[in-house]
């Protein structure tokens, strides 16, 4: 028979496990997740949630509608073009671009490609820190506290405070944790999202799908990141990480890391998330 003071050494793994259950939950409180607010702007259908604006995100929605949407971002030279959904619910949309002058159109589908132009709203955004927007999920980069990479990254980076640290575990884990999809790189269709917990699941993706978890990972722990779409060697589509580590720009491609390829590759930037 165990002696009566032998319940220590049972309680004592329970209550360390129950407060690494707590540290895990307060450290994913801390993440940085939209929330819609009570400031808006509404035209002919449109309407923008910019209560966060400063954060460097706005929410956008259309009315619900029976044909396609789209959204189109304009900011200086730079256009971004999304599709938007018909169910009249909020989506998040980054202000990648910092400071200046936005622009949001909204377009309906009328006829087979054909788009006809709705509501247009221009807001002037003046962001509290340039690297918010990289530290919020969006609709390109689409998670929140129950996401499975996202889970992972709290379990592989809880108690990290080094910004090289998280970077280098998160790369590190995604480098030997996942391998290519060819099967899905030749089959998927144009203007398909990164599945986050898809690709999780199966520890397998194409170049987008291994660039938002990524991407998530680091942002879920703090580390502001881009998600960067663009060509590679000039003639393959492609997508890859840039990340802003103790203040500095670090380049992560996960596709390369799980190949070891395009050591010489030259990457040309079109856009980023």
């Not at 990254?153 to 030997?176: F, H, L, P």
Request: charged share 25%; aromatic share 10%.
């Amino acid at each position: 028979m165990r002696p009566c003071g032998d319940w220590k050494s049972r309680a004592l793994p329970l209550l360390a496990a129950f407060l690494a259950v707590l540290l895990a939950a307060a450290a994913l409180s801390e993440m940085l997740l939209p929330a819609a607010g009570k400031k808006t702007k509404s035209k002919d259908g449109l309407t923008l949630d910019i209560s966060h604006a400063d954060q460097g995100y706005v929410m956008a929605k259309a009315a619900k509608s029976k044909k396609r949407l789209k959204l189109r971002v304009k900011v200086e030279d730079h256009t971004l073009n999304y599709d938007l959904n018909t169910e009249g619910e909020y989506e998040v949309f980054p202000l990648q671009y910092g400071d200046g002058k936005y622009t949001f159109t909204l377009y309906k589908n009328v006829s087979g490609k054909k788009y006809a132009e709705e509501g247009k709203i221009s807001l002037t955004v003046s962001l509290a820190d340039p690297n918010l927007p990289f530290l919020y999920p969006n609709q390109y980069v689409n998670y929140n506290a129950d996401t499975l990479c996202v889970q992972e990254a709290e379990k592989i980076c809880g108690g990290m405070a080094d910004q090289r640290q998280i970077y280098e575990t998160v790369c590190d884990y995604v480098s030997t944790h996942f391998a290519y999809d060819y099967i899905k790189s030749v089959s998927v269709k144009t203007g398909t999202m990164p599945d986050l917990d898809g690709a999780w699941e199966k520890h397998m993706g194409i170049c987008q799908d291994l660039s938002a978890i990524t991407v998530a990972m680091l942002r879920s722990q703090g580390v502001p990141a881009k998600m960067e779409i663009g060509n590679l060697n000039g003639t393959v589509y492609h997508a890859w990480v840039t990340a802003v580590v103790n203040g500095e720009d670090e380049f992560f491609d996960p596709t390369a890391a799980i190949n070891a390829v395009n050591k010489d590759a030259m990457y040309t930037l079109e856009r980023y998330y």
